[in-house]
């Protein structure tokens, strides 16, 4: 098992970057591929950016492509997204998630373990 907690969320003004941080605790942190995850009011939680296991290959979603990075650093089992040029519409709780497998899939139903999540205001 892994247990995931997210950091770094808050309150910025449309433009502005953030950083969100995810550490792991508990099974080794290379076992899995990881996504980060967000979900606004009232709508569905969605994928926003996966990077694997097996060679830290990354995949984002059309909506944050060009705007948001996420890395992964093996030695501190942490990972990070990069936000930049925020816009209101990125406004959501965003979760990290996890998932033993090679690859990046956006589906949520494959991810196995989640953390509690960390709320991004962005403010037009």
């Known amino acids: 098992q892994v247990q995931l907690v997210e950091s770094g969320g808050g309150l910025v003004q449309a433009g502005d970057s953030l950083r969100l941080s995810c550490a792991a605790s508990?099974?080794?942190?290379?076992?899995?591929?990881m996504g980060w995850f967000r979900q606004a009011p009232g709508k569905e939680r969605e994928f926003v950016a996966g990077?694997?296991?097996?060679?830290?290959?990354?995949a984002y979603s059309d909506s944050v492509k060009g705007r948001f990075t996420i890395s992964r650093d093996n030695a501190k089992s942490m990972v990070d997204l990069l936000m930049n040029s925020l816009k209101p519409e990125d406004t959501a709780v965003y979760y990290c998630?996890?998932?033993?497998?090679?690859?990046?899939?956006?589906?949520?139903?494959?991810?196995?373990?989640w953390g509690r999540g960390t709320q991004v205001t962005v403010s037009s």
């Open positions: 998630a996890a998932k033993v497998i090679n690859y990046v899939t956006s589906s949520i139903h494959a991810y196995d373990y």
């Open positions: 508990g099974r080794s942190f290379t076992s899995y591929t």
């Open positions: 990077i694997s296991r097996r060679d830290s290959s990354t």
